[in-house]
């Protein structure tokens, strides 16, 4: 199982999760879950793995961006209960700053500090961010980078050679990236494939 010992917490994650599961769970042992024959079980092995493997591609390629200086929010619509989860993934990868998770609909607010998690929920991910820059007085002041002392012209040429840096057109494998990471998969991460270098520009990932 992709998902290891660790499957009866994926499945309850998963959106079909009930409690006649979580009683089957109680009574078999990872070990004897991965190789049963039985429907059920085959059902639950499954179940587990699509959660850990939306987790998975879900901190792959959910992308932050920050909202001043104590907040980093990100578009995300999951098919499985994980936003909790994946908020609390990158609220711990940046101690100390909020992290705001979430769609029109739903929205997952995460806090890390002294390795303590603080949570939250709340309504579409617009109406979170508003409530937490008025809680914050933050001004909006757009792209404006001036600043902070920097030129957009030097930020272009750095983010230009960046990406010529790392782009290699042999390693580009269209087929093999969208077998991986399936289109709803990249809808939910808020994800725009690149597919030419040459229209990269900073814009597009600010």
């Given at each position: ?22 009683a089957r769970v109680v009574l078999i042992r990872p070990e ?93 991910l617009e109406e979170s961010l508003g409530r937490l820059k ?73």
């Open positions: 199982m992709r998902c290891g010992s660790n499957y009866s917490f994926y499945l309850s994650l998963h959106r079909e999760f009930n409690e006649r599961l979580a004897d879950l991965e190789i049963s024959l039985k429907r059920e079980d085959i059902r639950i092995r499954k179940m587990a793995d699509d959660v850990a493997g939306e987790v998975h591609r879900m901190k792959a390629f959910v992308r932050l961006s920050s909202l001043g200086p104590n907040i980093l929010c990100g578009f995300m619509k999951p098919r499985h209960r994980i936003g909790e989860h994946v908020c609390e993934h990158f609220a711990r990868r940046n101690e100390g700053i909020i992290v705001v998770l979430g769609n029109g609909r739903e929205s997952w607010i995460c806090l890390c500090r002294d390795g303590r998690i603080w949570r939250e929920r709340g309504s579409g008025s809680a914050l007085n933050i001004e909006e002041r757009g792209q404006d980078l001036a600043g902070a002392g920097l030129k957009r012209i030097n930020l272009d040429r750095l983010w230009r050679a960046y990406y010529d840096s790392q782009y290699c057109p042999e390693r580009k494998n269209l087929a093999a990236f969208n077998r991986h990471m399936p289109r709803r998969d990249q809808e939910a991460a808020g994800m725009r494939l690149v597919q030419n270098k040459r229209n990269a520009i900073l814009d597009d990932f600010l």
